[in-house]
Each structure stands twice: as structure tokens, then as C-alpha cells.
């Protein structure tokens, strides 16, 4: 079955560091987007990527990065990373299509210490 | 630009009673609209949409939702609740002057008392 998975599940990291966010899609959508999700803001969208070498920047893409070299993969990079960008982090991707429903993976929640 | 309102954070139901969840939006084009549940620690699971066509739209689990226009609503309903519906809802609207992006309501929590 298709389905859409990050890595990791959980990560602790330290205030400065690179921290990368793996999501790997094998519903070959052209789509695929990274959001946040923090209490009381509700999902926020950080970058997205409409094919391959397609990205971009979202409503809170301040100190994140992506990179879309094939179909499948969207990896999120926190630069530098900061105690506000501790937060659970979604993949999902689609079909091309505004009305096109999108499928999420099921997660990676980030402590920035 | 587009928003997407959900009247309530948290409601509470009793197991049986009627599930209303509220979601209103703007847009200047006619949207496509979406609810998708969250269970904890878990993603987002799409629970019925919108397009074109029949205004009333079925979902999964007994959930449906009503598109009326002239109220920018999209409600999202069930007749019995159920103790496993308790959970995040979220609605989302994309159209096409916004590309194919989402944007997502705050969420409302729902929880299902015995």
C-alpha cells in the first residue's frame, strides 16, 4: 500500500544545531507540503513543493529550508535551530488539483532544548 | 486572503447525543472544502470533502457536513456520538486563486462523555 512516512518520530536536540526532518511519500503525488502543528494555532504551512526542484516558502518559513531532488522524498531543515521551533511537525502530500484531498504522515515531534 | 473559523476549541457531547462542529470560512472563489480528524499521536485523516455537486457529503464513520454557500459554513455532524470520536477536527478550504494549498482551521476538540 502507498503511504507517506517521516523520520524521526522524536528528536531532542540543542538550541544552534541542523536538525533535518526525513518525509518519504510512495503515492507518487507531485505535491507534498510540511507543516507545523502548536496548541492554539491549529496546522501552520512552513514550505511546499508542487514537483521536482519546486519549492516554496510558506506562512512561517523563517529558519527552515527544503530541497525536492525526486518525487518522493521532502526533507525540512532547521538551520539553526531555536527553542520556538519545538513543535510537532507534518508531511503531506497530494495529487495536482486544489481540490484534491491531502494525505499525512503521521508525525515528528521536535524538542529544541 | 482566505480564513477558516471554528467556533468552539473544545466541545463536549454525551455518547449518543447529536456532534456539531462549526466551520466557517472566506473566500472569494468558490472553495473546496475538507474535515479531517486527528487522533492522538496520530496524523491527519481526511473524513469527507467538498467539491463540486451535492451540497450534503457523506463521510467515514457516520460524519457528514453541509456546504451552504450563503452562510460560508461547512458544519461537520453526527447523529450519535460515539466514545471513539473523540478527537481534533479540523477544517481546511483550498480554491483554486490560492494554488493548491490548504489553509486549516484552529481545530476544536471534541470530547465524548459517558
Known amino acids: 500500500d502507498a503511504e507517506i512516512t517521516q523520520s524521526p518520530r522524536h528528536k531532542i536536540t540543542e538550541t544552534g544545531r541542523q536538525v533535518t526532518l526525513a518525509c518519504h511519500q510512495t503515492?507518487?503525488?507531485?505535491?507534498m507540503f510540511w507543516y507545523r502543528q502548536d496548541l492554539g494555532h491549529g496546522l501552520r504551512l512552513i514550505h511546499y513543493?508542487?514537483?521536482?526542484?519546486?519549492?516554496n516558502k510558506g506562512e512561517v518559513s523563517d529558519g527552515y529550508s527544503v530541497s525536492r531532488s525526486n518525487t518522493e522524498d521532502l526533507p525540512l531543515t532547521l538551520e539553526s535551530a531555536a527553542s520556538s521551533q519545538t513543535s510537532v511537525y507534518f508531511c503531506?502530500?497530494?495529487?495536482?488539483?486544489?481540490?484534491?484531498?491531502?494525505?499525512f504522515g503521521p508525525g515528528t515531534r521536535l524538542t529544541v532544548l | 486572503a482566505q480564513s477558516v473559523t471554528q467556533l468552539g476549541s473544545h466541545v463536549s457531547v454525551s455518547e449518543g447525543a447529536l456532534v456539531l462542529l462549526r466551520c466557517n470560512y472566506s473566500?472569494?472563489?468558490?472553495?473546496?472544502l475538507f474535515w479531517y480528524v486527528q487522533y492522538p499521536n496520530q496524523g491527519l485523516q481526511l473524513l469527507l470533502k467538498?467539491?463540486?455537486?451535492?451540497?450534503l457529503v457523506k463521510g467515514i464513520n457516520g460524519f457528514e457536513a453541509e456546504f451552504k454557500k450563503s452562510e460560508t459554513s461547512f458544519h461537520l455532524t453526527k447523529p450519535s456520538a460515539h466514545m471513539s470520536d473523540a478527537a481534533e477536527y479540523f477544517c481546511?478550504?483550498?480554491?483554486?486563486?490560492?494554488?493548491?494549498?490548504?489553509?486549516f482551521g484552529p481545530g476544536t476538540r471534541l470530547s465524548v462523555l459517558p
Open positions: 467538498y467539491t463540486t455537486g451535492a451540497t
Open positions: 473566500s472569494s472563489v468558490p472553495p473546496y
Open positions: 481546511a478550504v483550498s480554491d483554486q486563486g490560492y494554488g493548491q494549498n490548504f489553509v
Open positions: 503515492w507518487n503525488h507531485n505535491n
Open positions: 503531506a502530500s497530494s495529487t495536482s488539483g486544489s481540490y484534491n484531498e491531502q494525505f
Open positions: 513543493s508542487y514537483g521536482v526542484q519546486d519549492t
